[in-house]
T-cell receptor, first 112, second 113 residues
Framework: DGGITQSPKYLFRKEGQNVTLSCEQN?????MYWYRQDPGQGLRLIYY???????QKGDIAEGYSVSREKKESFPLTVTSAQKNPTAFYLC???????????FGSGTRLTVV | KQEVTQIPAALSVPEGENLVLNCSFT??????LQWFRQDPGKGLTSLLL?????REQTSGRLNASLDKSSGRSTLYIAASQPGDSATYLC????????????FGKGTKLSVIP
């Protein structure tokens, strides 16, 4: 089955700790994205990558970092510099054509 | 800067009713518009993608229309069912060279049995 796998589904972070959210896809799509979703605020773009070894900041990149070493993988690190990381994080891919964007099932991050 | 608005924020209808969800955007220079469905605690599922040159797209009981000049799109759901209960989001893509989406905040739909 082709799709996007995000792990873990739930993640708890202590104050001052870095955590990494995984996003893996087997759709062979070129572009990958990370969005953050907060209640009442809709989805906001954190980072995106259109090709391997290249990525761009989105609207709310501060306190986050990414890498794109393989086409299939686009991990997101939430650093200690992100002061309010509690949110639902969604990974997506994009391919030209009738399907547009495909989303993963998300990771819920909570600061404890 | 593009802004996408979805009104109402929440909608409750009895089962079997036909309904319309609204999406408006401030900049009519869009490449396409996509409607998504999100169940609680889940990711987004793509429902319909309308290119800027198209007026509408249909999938089963769903029909999405696009009026670029007025900056509006509607999602029509026929014969609603309790399983249609979810949050519906629309998103616009600004241009062929841009792969970023601007999302509305969604309409939370409840279909009452």
């Amino acid at each position: 089955d082709g799709g996007i796998t995000q792990s873990p589904k739930y993640l708890f972070r202590k104050e001052g700790q870095n955590v990494t959210l995984s996003c893996e896809q087997n759709l062979n799509h070129d572009a990958m994205y990370w969005y953050r979703q907060d209640p009442g605020q809709g989805l906001r773009l954190i980072y995106y990558s259109q090709i391997v070894n290249d990525f761009q900041k989105g609207d709310i990149a501060e306190g986050y970092s990414v890498s794109r070493e393989k086409k299939e993988s686009f991990p997101l690190t939430v650093t200690s510099a992100q002061k309010n990381p509690t949110a639902f994080y969604l990974c997506a891919t994009f391919q030209q054509g009738i399907y547009g964007y495909t989303f993963g099932s998300g990771t819920r991050l909570t600061v404890v | 800067k593009q802004e996408v608005t979805q009104i109402p924020a929440a909608l409750s209808v009895p089962e079997g009713e036909n309904l319309v969800l609204n999406c408006s955007f401030t900049d009519s220079a869009i490449y396409n518009l996509q409607w998504f469905r999100q169940d609680p605690g889940k990711g987004l599922t793509s429902l319909l993608l309308i290119q800027s040159s198209q007026r509408e797209q249909t999938s089963g009981r769903l029909n999405a229309s696009l009026d670029k000049s007025s900056g509006r799109s509607t999602l029509y759901i026929a014969a609603s069912q309790p399983g249609d209960s979810a949050t519906y989001l629309c998103a616009v893509r600004p241009g062929a060279g841009s792969y970023q989406l601007t999302f509305g905040k969604g309409t939370k739909l409840s279909v009452i049995p």
